[in-house]
């Protein structure tokens, strides 16, 4: 790999991952599709992180490791994972998740057919901190249909994405990120790296993750891959799961002196929305109907009453749905329920055995430690 330009850059940032990193580069290093790179970024960890980071470094040219002395926050390390990639396309990969073998391959294969796609995405499985699969809709980043709740639904996984990501028309995707998107999590299928360069990527603030997307649906289409190549992992340490919407933002960005007036989190999101549209590469016509979308979002007065009320109890950006527990979920379905949809439990597929304990060469790892000898 030295010497040479990767075609895909898979962007890794870190801090304190130590219980489920190895498991998360092993499914990298089992991809059917082989010419990429992994850029680790480690935010300062206090943990094991940089030892198992530096084994794997050591043992596979494609993966490159840095590490900063100093906590610069969530947001600074996943845009410092961009910047040290190479390739032509990249995608994130949090230190926590897991992908099947042919997510890079499956992704890769419509970016090279149609330039007009910038991005790509699987569909998704939950799954929990012994690697165990939730009772969670495998079409899980998108909104639920009817009235949302706290309990999620299962789905079929041949149903179609219908956000219109996939439109010709830039106001159309637009208005699918503002008006039908949860949980963001589409940059962990695959981009365009010139794509990705045009934006702001992530800003320093919390839900900069969905101003990112709506951006990049302003620079082309998305397209989605009707198969589940993604484990999203679902634990008690995890960003959403953080007590309050304080450590939420603290997390994002460490140190940072805040305003003693509590104000919602969705102002600056909304003021961020508003930003990338006059920049952006398309007719005016198409720009009036974004503006339009904007509007909509701006006055959903239920939503906002309900932020107002979250706004004062510091309720975290996760807005209680995943504070559901296993047990609730549990109520609502199993693993073979899932198994029934096609969906395999990780611990049974050739990404994941992240149940049991592997011995390669001198390193043994499992969900609840890494022992690198």
Avoid at 134 to 157: C, E, F, I, K
Avoid at 284 to 300: D, E, H, K, P, S
Wanted: hydrophobic letters at 35%; one cysteine or more; charged letters at 25%.
């Amino acid at each position: 790999m030295k010497g040479q330009t990767p075609k895909v850059s898979i962007g890794l940032p870190v801090y304190n991952g130590e219980k489920y990193l190895a498991s998360a580069i092993q499914s990298l290093l089992a991809q059917t599709f082989t010419d990429f790179e992994v850029v680790v970024s480690d935010n300062a960890s206090t943990d094991g992180t940089a030892e198992i980071c530096r084994w794997y470094a050591s043992r596979d040219a494609r993966i490159r490791y840095y590490r900063d002395e100093t906590n610069r926050g969530v947001a600074w390390n996943y845009a410092r994972t961009f910047e040290l990639a190479r390739g032509e396309f990249f995608r994130w990969q949090a230190h926590d998740d897991i992908c099947l073998p042919t997510l890079l391959e499956c992704c890769l294969e419509p970016m090279e057919s149609d330039p007009s796609v910038v991005l790509t995405y699987p569909r998704l499985a939950v799954i929990d901190s012994q690697g165990e699969l939730l009772p969670s809709d495998p079409t899980a980043w998108r909104p639920r249909s009817g009235n949302s709740s706290v309990q999620p639904q299962l789905s079929s996984t041949t149903d179609a994405d219908q956000r219109r990501l996939d439109s010709p028309l830039a106001y159309q995707r637009f208005g699918g990120i503002l008006l039908h998107t949860v949980w963001c999590l589409e940059p962990y299928g695959l981009m365009r790296s010139d794509a990705v360069r045009s934006t702001g990527i992530l800003r320093n603030y919390c839900g900069a993750e969905k101003v990112f997307l709506a951006e990049m649906a302003l620079r082309g289409k998305f397209h989605e891959i009707p198969d589940v190549l993604f484990y999203v992992r679902r634990h008690a340490e995890q960003y959403s799961l953080l007590p309050s919407a304080s450590a939420q933002r603290e997390l994002v960005n460490p140190g940072r002196i805040r305003c003693p007036l509590r104000l919602p989190r969705q102002l600056r999101s909304t003021w961020g929305f508003l930003c990338i549209i006059p920049p952006a590469s398309i007719s005016n016509w198409q720009r009036i109907r974004c503006f339009g979308v904007l509007l909509r979002y701006a006055f959903q007065v239920s939503k906002w009453k309900r932020i107002v009320v979250n706004t004062i109890r510091d309720v975290g950006i996760s807005d209680g749905y995943l504070k559901a527990t296993d047990q609730q979920l549990a109520e609502i379905g199993d693993s073979d329920e899932m198994q029934s949809l096609g969906v395999e439990s990780p611990r049974q597929t050739s990404a994941g055995r992240v149940a049991a304990i592997h011995h390669e060469n001198d390193v043994h790892w499992s969900n609840d430690s890494v022992v690198v000898s």
